[in-house]
């Protein structure tokens, strides 16, 4: 089991990647103070191969939350786990607030991995090459096939796409703003409830909302493939 993101720094709270050694050790699960475990395998009846139990969902004392996310670690699951992106980003997170997480599949290298990956994007800010290597580096074996990562890649793309949506660029200066960098920015709440980040002024005769209605569209690109 590999401590890979920890929002607090701390030495134990956070996000863990294993396989599903770690998944069935309730020594291990209580020494690192899972609370929340995303399964991303699927029903152990339609895999044996495959498939991992949810080993502690309905045993006492341990009040572990779990999900499960049924996708093979295979091409022809690629754009299912990438339509599941924002269920994977939200538990997550809702787990970071109660304790750690551990994310896992059969080996703790390709599946689970794509799911920190998602949530490293989206929560974290960080590009899809940079969040690839803090796992590779605290877990090396870490490496999601292929058709992972061209989802993947898609997923980075509409990150990207987001944050040009909230952020203004300093063309001035020809950096982007990275995101989550909402404490040297104001935030304002448009009539839709989505936060707004505000920077340098407009160009001329530049229409936010046109920029909203036009980088929407790219949202569902992947489910036509």
């Known amino acids: ?93 809702n787990g970071l607030h109660h304790g750690s997480v551990l994310i896992h599949c059969q080996r703790g290298v390709s599946r689970s991995a794509t799911a920190l990956l998602f949530y490293l994007m989206s929560k974290q800010g960080m590009t899809l090459d940079s969040a690839l290597s803090l796992c590779q580096e605290k877990r090396p074996s870490v490496q999601p096939i292929a058709a992972f990562m061209e989802k993947l890649r898609e997923y980075e793309e509409q990150c990207i796409s987001k944050e040009l949506i909230s952020v203004v660029n300093d063309s001035t200066e020809g950096t982007r703003v990275e995101k989550r960098k909402a404490s040297t920015m104001k935030e304002i709440t448009g009539p839709s409830k ?32």
């Open 1 to 93: 089991m590999s401590l890979i993101f920890s929002p607090n720094s701390s030495k134990r709270h956070g996000v863990y990647l294993g396989g599903k050694a770690e998944a069935k050790s309730r020594s291990k699960l209580e020494q690192m103070g899972i609370t929340h475990i995303l399964n991303v395998t699927p029903e152990k009846d339609s895999s044996i191969q495959a498939g991992v139990p949810n080993y502690f969902e309905k045993k006492k004392p341990m009040k572990l939350k779990y999900r499960r996310i049924p996708v093979f670690d295979l091409p022809t699951s690629a754009c299912d786990l990438l339509s599941r992106a924002p269920s994977i980003v939200s538990f997550i997170s």
């Open 194 to 225: 989505r936060k707004c980040a505000i920077g340098p002024a407009l160009p001329p005769g530049f229409k936010l909302t046109q920029s909203v209605s036009g980088k929407s569209q790219h949202g569902g690109k992947h489910s036509d493939r």
